[in-house]
């Protein structure tokens, strides 16, 4: 449990809204790749991940220590968007190693500022003034963030309630089903082609996985479809790879396994920044990058420690052992899940998600909560998701398979007697 002291610092001085740390009710003070440890120097495997932006895990020794060299070589940590030697390497290495190799070469870069939701604000704002057209297309249980114009694009009730303002200008549509999304697409197709005088949308913003949502992943044929009906309306296509970006789902991109898709515009932060320092980007196709200079700005569009950190991590991906390494795992963590659930009784659970990026979702949500608490007690921070059914586990791509093999049979049991304790309740 928390140190009551300490904990008393967070309640009397800390907003109401905090959440996350309502949840796994401990005080951290030292950290390093999948491991938290708290005051009272108990261990956590930390399968939260800092909702994924810990990638590389906790304070990785290459970055600590180029952040450590680049802060006594005295080099500028705040820069706005002045040309800085950490950006120069950090873009020269995105374009080598993401960009090239995926045939994005001539993309370009905007910095929007530290966090994801204005890389959406970004897109979104530049998809307008691309098209001339005002209204976007956005899918239900996505999440895009929490700022007024990413919130409008967000379906959740509890979030689009906190506005206090009308949140215009977006139509949610069913999401893919996984199966191709006949419903959805009949839907798209419908609001992309409104009759009478109803505008064309800008944009069609959408995440390949959800994963606030509950890890809800598009299928191929759905996002290939998405395409050529945004094409038939001269609307762009806007993905949201903020969560399922930076090799999450086991590929730098989430967008990787279907070519056909080719977003316009990519919004990517999170593990962006390498080790958990704030940064956002939007990659623009050239022939979308219409901002006029200062159109669209902020402070913290230069913040150097993340280019560096981040440039490490983009040595990661330069290197084909880690690649591989990335497909182990995300193949260890489905067998794992896979396993888990075909211990349980049939219907109760099954495997959601891609990659690293993968959980438990519940017939019923009523074993989730009983799950993460107890995983909690037994040392294992992981999050629910998808309106309480899902059980959802981020584990840094830097987690050596056995070690996650041994938290999957922790997970199994404890998961295995909350469904065990749950039916006979029932009975």
Known sequence: MADPDLTTVFTRHESRVRSYCRGFPAVFERASGHHLWDVHGRRYTDLLCGAGALNYGHNPPEMVARVVDYLGSGGPVQSLDLHTTAKAEFLTRFAESVLAPRGMGDHVVQFPGPAGTLAVEAALKLARKVTGRSRVIAFQDGFHGVSLGSLAATSSPLLRSAAGTALRDVTILPRDDGRGGQRSLDALERALRPAGAAEQPAAVLLETVQGEGGLNVASPAWLARVRELADDAGALVV???????CGRTGTFFSFEHVPELRPDLVCLSKSLGGMGLP??????????????????????????????????ALEYWADPRFRDRVARLTAAIRASLLGIVARL???????????????LRFTRPEPVESVRRELFQAGIIAESAGEGRVLKFLPPLTMPVAEWETVAHTIGEVVLESVDTAVHRAA
């Open 239 to 245: 993905v949201d790879d903020i969560q399922a970006g």
């Open 279 to 312: 940064m956002a980007a939007l990659l623009i196709s050239p022939d979308r990058d219409v901002w006029e200079p200062g159109e669209h700005n902020g402070t913290f569009r230069g913040h150097n420690l993340a280019f560096v950190a981040g440039t490490v």
């Open 345 to 359: 009784p049939e219907g109760v659970a099954q495997v959601a998600g891609r990659g690293a990026m993968s959980g």
